[in-house]
């Protein structure tokens, strides 16, 4: 599984459960990418070990050939914790006032997926993030 | 066209690429457009919703207060079918009515649903009826609920439709401008990759397309300027090659060539030396290159001694080939000096210009002493050193001119050796030689250092004495003839008083040749000999005897002459035996007449003496060997037995080659040696032993015979004539003609005769001119007499035509 892919999933688990109005299930998701980002046991790597596939996976969201890393921290594993976050402050804290935020993370999420572009983990890996 | 199979991922090298950017603009603009259209679009739907929650319940409950008073009478029916339109119409869950105890009931109730309740009065048509009212109450969600419920809706419709859209357009872009972009894209990387054969695809009809066509036209372009580059690359290459082997052949050759090779630029500042240049110049190529070539070569004139100019700066400045002029020396670092020839030639670019010059510096130093050597010993004599014959006349001819002025006289001294050829045959050439050494050191040392001293033959020296007049030069002459005589040859066991006769003449006339002045010379010394040897003798115009070797020298071209013209004739006279002379085989001496140009016979006294000292007894004895052989040979019938005496000079003797010629005229003319009988003198012998030794055993090995002439008036030695082995000794004639007046004379004759007689040799009296004389040499004991008392000369041809006729006759008469 690439990442891209399961950032489709992700998105529209997001967008489902907010439709929904899924609050466990939003909870969960918070979770499990908190854990994805701390632990960095992201799915996507997950599935490919599982499935044997090498550990390496694109994420089809790298910057020009010249950029080199210089934080020592995946760009994807910073994107779960940003979303998390978000997520958080937008659903969680601020609900009345955000209310909108959460929906804009689902859709981006999905976007990205079927893009393949993730902005955020673009901008990360433009910050030095692996 | 060939158009490449698109790969299926993008160009790991982009990444940053066309699509990203694209994809990038067209979602997230989407979504940000779609989040934009979301928010105003909820604004205006949630005003309205909550201004609906404000006038739909009345809006309700008026419209149903209308229909219902409408009617003319009340029916729930019609009031139930209202009602559940209207509740539709305003999105109402559910509606109540409540009107005569009677309630009516649609939708839902209850729950999270608020209600919103009113009353209106039914007033029937009928006036008799009694109006009541009439209780509605609508049931609706919250406001809360329907703006959540609306925003979901919203939200999700608009974020759908982006999408779609946002996919739509990204499929849209991807056919008109990422896949065609990256389609040019994967070609021109298989292009840069090296395909060449691949063009872009230029069936599309937009930028593309265009942006194909000329990509492909630059390519097409690149492609056959690449061709031509390639082509004239390889050109380039294989000239390069050829300029490479060229350029080693050049060096290659430059560094084996002898010859030094300097090349400089324009300005003659070196550039190049060979491994010649460096020898011959001592220099290394790294330590002068850039210096100025005349710095780096000292040339200086041989002579003088002076620099001369470079023949770089003469072609530098004239552009032209410049050789440099002879004897010219090459100064090396060490002193040492080389001799040189240079060539210098310009170097020319494409333009003509000049870009520098070669040098070619050849080292002459071995041909020039060469040279030298050649030139000295083209003017010296190896044996002696002193100037040789043909310097000398140099030196003479230039001494004459300076005497044509009449301002300078000069006096030339010829020299002859007076016991040379005693010395030569006695001890041997190497003896001779050295005599010659010595006689040269003598010469040396008595003359001045501005005379000019030569050997000119054999033993014949000359002296030309310059800026000296006949009376000086005679002194000097005298004093170098007291020099010689004090002088004494000594090797091994043998010493020998040397003399030296000298002839002088004086220089001084205008009208004088070297050849005039030479031959004077040598008249002059002639006569010294003639007048006893060992003396000096000046010539003089009034001088009878030098004159009469003028004369002699006239003889040379008139004998030349007779000799080509063959105006010689053979006569013979008949050598007799004293006892019984007209008995015996006939025995005949052969001599020499010659007929001059009116036909008048010449007596050889006249030029023999000539022939002899102008060397032309040679060619005259054989053409008299020749001449006898054939006639001999012509008449072979009636010569055989006979005898014929042929007399050879010293000159015949000491050549070469006179040996063969002999042998091969036997075998031409097919006579029987023992009918030839050699005379030689007795003078000629002493002089040529050796040789006259070798050639009497040779020819007497095959049946010749020989005899000793003119015996008694030379240096007689009796051991010479025992070694000669001769066969016959003629008695002089000076002794036999007085022989019955002067007793000396028979007394010689007696022992001449009996000398011969003594070692075996038959002996011949000449000039027996009567039979008086016949008579006292029968007496003697004399074998043969010759002369006119026993009969004369008479010519070859005569004596042969006369016996023939006798034989004829004798023929005719049997």
């Known amino acids: 599984m690439s990442e891209r892919i399961f950032r489709i999933i992700l998105g529209a688990i997001l967008l489902m459960a907010l439709y929904f109005d899924l609050r466990p299930v939003i909870y969960g998701f918070i979770i499990v990418i908190v854990f994805e980002g701390i632990t960095n046991w992201r799915v996507p790597l997950l599935v490919s070990r599982l499935q044997g596939a090498p550990s390496g996976v694109n994420s089809d969201c790298a910057l020009s050939p010249g950029d080199r890393a210089r934080i020592n921290f995946e760009a994807e594993r910073a994107l779960r914790l940003a979303v998390a976050a978000f997520l958080i402050i937008s659903y969680v804290v601020f609900s009345q006032e955000l209310w909108f935020f959460p929906w804009f993370i689902g859709f981006a999420l999905f976007g990205a997926g079927l893009s393949g572009i993730c902005p955020m983990v673009m901008g990360f890996r433009w910050l030095g993030f692996r | 066209m060939i158009i490449p199979p698109i790969a299926a991922s993008p160009d790991s090298s982009i990444q940053s690429s066309l699509s990203t950017k694209i994809s990038v603009i067209v979602f997230w603009g989407m979504i940000l457009v779609g989040m934009l259209a979301a928010f105003a679009v909820l604004n205006g739907r949630e005003a309205e919703i909550k201004n609906a929650y404000v006038t739909n319940g009345n809006s309700l409950v008026f419209e149903l207060s209308e229909f219902i008073n409408s009617r003319k009478n009340f029916s729930w029916e019609e009031v139930e079918g209202k009602a559940t339109e209207l509740m539709h119409q305003h999105q109402f869950a559910g509606i109540s009515l409540f009107a005569e105890g009677k309630k009516l009931v649609l939708g839902q109730q209850g729950g999270d649903l608020v209600s919103f309740e009113r009353t209106f009065t039914y007033r029937p048509v009928n006036p008799q009826k009694i109006p009541f009212s009439v209780l509605v109450a609508v049931y609706h969600p919250t406001l809360k609920d329907s703006l959540i419920k609306e925003r979901k809706q919203v939200l999700v419709a608009i974020g759908i439709t982006m999408l779609a859209f946002g996919l739509f357009l990204h499929w849209i872009l991807q056919r008109v401008l990422t896949r065609p972009f990256q389609h040019m894209v994967r070609t021109a990387k298989s ?132 050789g440099s002029v002879e004897h010219v020396l090459l100064v090396r670092p060490d002193g040492s000096e080389v001799d040189v020839v240079s060539t210098a030639a310009p170097i020319r670019g494409k333009d003509g210009l000049l870009i520098g010059v070669v040098l070619v510096l050849h080292d002459v130093s071995r041909a020039r002493k060469m040279a030298k050597q050649l030139s000295y010993q083209a003017s010296h004599d190896d044996l002696t050193g002193l100037f040789n014959r043909r310097e000398f006349e140099r030196h003479l001819g230039k001494a004459v001119s300076e005497a044509e002025s009449g301002r300078i006289g000069h006096s030339l001294c010829y020299m002859d050796l007076d016991q040379f050829k005693i010395v030569n045959d006695t001890c041997g050439h190497i003896a001779g030689d050295e005599l010659l050494r010595q006689f040269a050191a003598i010469l040396r040392e008595m003359i001045r250092d501005t005379d000019t001293v030569a050997r000119l033959g054999g033993d014949e020296f000359g002296i030309l004495f310059e800026r000296c007049d006949i009376e000086v030069a005679k002194q000097i002459a005298e004093k170098l003839l007291n020099r010689v005589r004090q002088f004494r040859f000594v090797w091994e066991d043998f010493a020998f008083d040397v003399g030296v006769s000298i002839g002088l003449v004086s220089i001084s006339s205008s009208e004088q040749s070297v050849t005039d002045i030479m031959s004077a010379a040598d008249v002059a010394c002639y006569s010294a000999k003639e007048a006893g040897r060992n003396r000096v003798s000046v010539y003089r115009l009034d001088d009878s005897e030098p004159n009469q070797r003028h004369g002699e020298m006239r003889w040379v ?140 055993a040779v020819l007497k090995g095959m049946g010749c015979r020989f005899s000793l002439d003119d015996f008694g008036t030379g240096l007689s030695s009796f051991g010479y004539l025992k070694a000669l082995k001769v066969d016959f000794l003629k008695i002089d004639g000076s002794f036999v003609r007085n022989i019955v007046s002067d007793s000396v004379n028979r007394a010689v004759v007696e022992a001449a005769n009996q000398i011969g007689h003594a070692m075996g040799i038959q002996t011949v009296a000449e000039f027996v001119e009567n039979d008086e004389i016949l008579q006292l040499l029968r007496d003697i004991g004399v074998d043969f007499a010759q002369g006119y008392g026993v009969a004369k000369p008479q010519p070859m041809e005569e004596l042969f035509y006369g016996i023939n006729q006798e034989i004829g006759r004798k023929s005719a008469k049997g």
């Open chain 2, 557 to 696: 071209s008139r004998l030349g002459r007779a000799l080509d013209e063959n105006r010689f004739c053979l006569y013979c006279q008949k050598i007799a035996p004293v006892a019984e002379p007209i008995s015996g085989a006939p025995h005949y001496e052969l001599l020499i007449r010659l007929l001059d140009e009116e036909g008048k016979l010449i007596p050889p006294l006249a030029f023999i003496p000539a022939a002899e000292r102008y060397n032309l007894m040679t060619s005259i004895d054989r053409w008299v060997v020749r001449k006898a052989f054939e006639t001999i040979a012509q008449n072979a019938s009636i010569t055989r037995g006979w005898l014929f005496s042929i007399n050879l000079s010293g000159q015949s003797l000491s050549e070469d080659n006179f040996l063969k010629f002999v042998i091969d005229a036997f075998d031409k003319t097919g006579i029987l040696p023992s009918q030839i009988c050699f005379e030689i003198t007795e003078t000629t012998a002493m002089l040529n032993l050796t040789r006259a030794t070798q050639f009497i």
């Open chain 2, 191 to 322: 292009i840069t990759h090296g395909e060449m054969a691949l063009r872009f695809e230029q069936t599309r009809t937009d930028e593309f397309g265009f942006l194909s066509r000329f990509i492909n036209k630059a390519l097409d372009f690149v492609t056959l300027k690449q061709q031509e580059l390639q082509d004239a690359l390889k050109k380039v290459r294989e000239s390069e090659a050829s300029l490479m082997a060229e350029k080693t052949r050049i060096e290659v050759t430059l560094h084996s060539i002898g010859d030094a090779v300097i090349t400089t630029d324009a300005a003659g500042l070196l550039q190049y030396l060979n491994p010649m240049a460096e020898k011959l110049t001592g220099k290394q190529l790294d330590e002068v290159r850039g210096f100025p070539v005349k710095d780096v070569l000292q040339l200086i004139d041989e002579d003088q001694r002076r620099p001369v100019e470079s023949s770089v700066e003469a072609c530098l400045r004239n552009g032209m080939v410049v």
